[in-house]
């Protein structure tokens, strides 16, 4: 099979890395890919967005299925356009990837069909907003509707804060025409988890839970990033919990997406707060997550590729998946100066030393080639991933890596794991 990969972050490196060990996979292309997803696939000169591109790729490439990344090109309906086109693709179609495009639709289907999650209510006005923002108090949570690289969401201390973040997304506009209404919801408290589950129509397959790190610095400190880091399992994630995740959250979407007739597939990803009245939904994503889609790949013995082609075809329930006992843990290398301006093309050193530790994976999420030289060429950069027998040993080799790499322009947090180390 020639297998296409959508995507260039690390994501994407580690989708690449599991389905090039497919015994399925005879040709892997990657649009556009990065310096280390060039190593194991093809990369194509084409962005992950650019929906009329990649259906001509995998044209021109004869591509037999298609795995999407991202959000965006999901949200765009890439999946509906190279399915037109003859191409099997993992992912869902537009109408079903709304479930992460809009917050607004996401939050109608949780109240419709009691899926517990914050209470909300929608705004596209701000002086409305605002009354709203002081009958409930602080802290309390803004989100923009769309898309906003993660950066739409505002958890606001004071009712000030709230007014000036409702400000920032309908009067400012700060994300366009994502920004077009604001949800507003109540501030859950708890810890937070995700729960990854693969998706056709009825056939749910459970796959794991993973931990994020979302603010940029050590003890949680600095702005929000798309993550830091990430290990798999969460401890915090307990069986129990994990069954109430399937039997409130998880089955009851599905159903409800099949009953408002976009019926779902692909990866759904449950963004959980573990709160003391059980686990309740923070999000959906409509795709893995990205750094913890890479500690849960590694955990994975079974074939990928032949699960995501299961989910494809509706054969859900002739797959049974094997999972290395091991804990996994990604370290996020990241530009000093993200999530806010960093420069690109600083020479990184020392990557193929890091790879040779034992139980170790280095993934590029933002990475190029220039002048023979590996230089930095995003915000987040490497995905340093080990394994090990618990989250602490994990951690522990996945540093002794990370030192072993000499790049004076990036920097990374050094607690990835503390909360499953702690406990
Ligand atoms: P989201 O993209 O919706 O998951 O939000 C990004 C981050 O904001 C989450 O990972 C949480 O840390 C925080 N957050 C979002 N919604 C809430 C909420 N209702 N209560 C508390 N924290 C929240
Ligand atoms: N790491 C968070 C996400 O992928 O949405």
Request: one cysteine or more.
């Amino acid at each position: 099979m020639k297998v296409l990969v959508v995507g260039s972050g690390g994501r994407e490196h580690a989708l690449c890395w599991a389905i090039a060990h497919s015994p399925l996979c005879t040709a892997l292309f990657c649009a556009p890919g990065n310096a280390g997803i060039a190593a194991v696939a093809t990369c194509l000169p084409v962005a992950a967005d650019d929906v009329e591109g990649i259906v001509a790729a995998a044209h021109g490439y004869a591509i037999d299925f298609a795995v999407i990344g991202p959000e965006a090109p999901l949200v765009a309906g890439v999946v509906d356009r190279l399915e037109e086109a003859g191409i099997a693709t993992f992912g869902p179609r537009q109408e079903a990837a709304a479930i992460e495009g809009s917050k607004a639709f996401m939050k109608e289907l949780c109240a419709r069909f009691d899926i517990p999650s914050a209470a909300f209510a929608r705004f596209d006005e701000p002086e409305a907003a605002k009354s709203y923002i002081h009958r409930k108090g602080a802290p309390i949570v803004v989100k923009a509707d769309g898309l906003a690289a993660g950066k739409g969401v505002m958890v606001c201390r004071t009712e000030n804060e709230a007014h000036a973040a409702v400000d920032h997304i309908l009067i400012e506009g700060a994300f366009g025409a994502a920004g077009s209404e604001v949800v507003i919801e109540e501030f859950l408290e708890g810890e937070e988890a995700s729960f990854f589950a693969l998706v056709h129509h009825g056939q749910v397959l459970p796959l794991a839970s993973a931990q994020d790190h979302k603010p940029a610095f050590d003890g949680d400190e600095g702005p929000n990033t798309g993550g830091m880091g990430a290990y798999s399992p969460a401890p915090v994630v307990t069986p129990a919990i994990a069954d109430q995740v399937m039997s409130t959250i998880i089955r009851p979407a599905v159903a409800a997406m099949a009953e408002v007739g976009r019926p779902y597939t692909g990866l759904l990803y449950a963004g959980l707060m573990i709160t003391a009245d059980g686990p309740k939904l923070l999000e959906f994503n409509a795709r893995f997550g990205d750094p913890e889609c890479q500690p849960l790949l590694v955990r994975l013995k079974s074939d990928l590729l032949e699960a995501l082609i299961a989910c494809r075809d509706g054969r859900l329930d002739q797959i049974s998946l094997h999972w290395h006992d091991d804990a996994a843990l990604t370290v996020v290398m990241a530009t000093r100066g993200y999530p806010g301006y960093y420069p690109r093309g600083s020479v990184i050193r020392g990557v193929d030393r890091a790879e040779a530790v034992p139980g170790v994976a280095v993934f590029h999420a933002g990475t190029t080639r220039k002048d023979g030289h590996l230089v930095a060429d995003g915000g987040r950069v490497l995905g340093v991933t080990a394994r090990g027998p618990t989250v602490a040993e994990a951690q522990a080799t996945a540093y002794r890596a990370v030192d072993l790499i000499d790049w004076p322009e990036g920097f990374c947090r050094r607690d990835i794991g503390w909360r499953a180390i702690r406990r």
